[in-house]
C-alpha cells in the first residue's frame, strides 16, 4: 500500500502561473521529499522538508508540512513549460528502516 | 542520473523466461534499491540492500530475487516472467552517512513487457 496520495491526480495551468500540489499520508514521518519524474525517466530528488520544518524553500519551490494533518504540498512559482513532469511525495516513516514509501503522483502540464 | 545506470533499457520477453536487470552505481553509496512503477501509480519497493551482506525485501518482493554483487553492483532477476510483472523498473541509491534524509538517486529505468 501507498503512503502517500497526491492531489490532484492531474493539473494543467499556463506558463506563468503557480502550481500547488498536495500529499496526504499516513503514519508519523521523519522527513518528506518530493520528487519530479519526466515522462519515463528516473526520478529526481526536488526538496527535503524534515518532521520538525514547517515550510522550506528552493528556488521556484515552496514545500509546507503539517505534521497535525498529515499533509504536506509543493508550490511552483511561475511555472514554465520545462516543469511538466509527475510529481511525487515520498515519506521516510519514524522508526523505520528509512524506506523511503512514495504516493501515487501529480500530473503537472504547463502549457506555453 | 548518469551516476546509476541500467541495463537493459528495454526488454521484452516472452512468460516463463528468466530475466535479468542489472544496475551499476558509480556513486559509492552503500544503500540500494529496486522498484517498480505501473502505469499512472507511484513506486512499490521490490528489494533493497544496505551493504554487500544486507539483503531486504519490500513490499512486493513475491516473484523477483535479487544480488548484491558488489557495493557497486545489484541485479533484479525474474525468475519466470508473468505479464503482469510488466512494468518499468528503477534501481536507486542512497548515502545516509552523508545525506541524513536518505534522498534517493535512480537510475533511468529499465522498461519490461512480458507477453
Known amino acids: 500500500s501507498q503512503q502517500g496520495e497526491e492531489d490532484p491526480q492531474a493539473l494543467s495551468i499556463q506558463e506563468g502561473e503557480n502550481a500547488t500540489m498536495n500529499c496526504s499520508y499516513k503514519t508519523s514521518i521523519n522527513n518528506l521529499q518530493w520528487y519530479r519524474q519526466n515522462s519515463g525517466r528516473g526520478l529526481v530528488h526536488l526538496i527535503l522538508?524534515?518532521?520538525?520544518?514547517r515550510e522550506k524553500h528552493s528556488g521556484r519551490l515552496r514545500v509546507t508540512l503539517d505534521t497535525s494533518k498529515k499533509s504536506s504540498s509543493l508550490l511552483i512559482t511561475a511555472s514554465r513549460a520545462a516543469d511538466t513532469a509527475s510529481y511525487f511525495c515520498a515519506t521516510i516513516s519514524s522508526g523505520s528502516a528509512r524506506q523511503l514509501t512514495f504516493g501515487s503522483g501529480t500530473q503537472l502540464t504547463v502549457l506555453p | 542520473d548518469a551516476d546509476v545506470t541500467q541495463t537493459p533499457r528495454n526488454r521484452i520477453t516472452k512468460t516463463g523466461k528468466r530475466i535479468m536487470l542489472e544496475c551499476s552505481q558509480t556513486k559509492g553509496h552503500d544503500r540500494m534499491y529496486w522498484y517498480r512503477q505501473d502505469p499512472g501509480l507511484g513506486l512499490q519497493l521490490i528489494y533493497y540492500s544496505f551493504d554487500v551482506k544486507d539483503i531486504n525485501k519490500g513490499e512486493i518482493s513475491d516473484g523477483y530475487s535479487v544480488s548484491r554483487q558488489a557495493q557497486a553492483k545489484f541485479s533484479l532477476s525474474l525468475e519466470s516472467a508473468i505479464p503482469n510483472q510488466t512494468a518499468l523498473y528503477f534501481c536507486a541509491t542512497s548515502d545516509p552517512s552523508g545525506r541524513p534524509g536518505n534522498e534517493q538517486f535512480f537510475g533511468p529505468g529499465t522498461r519490461l513487457t512480458v507477453l
Open positions: 522538508i524534515r518532521s520538525n520544518e
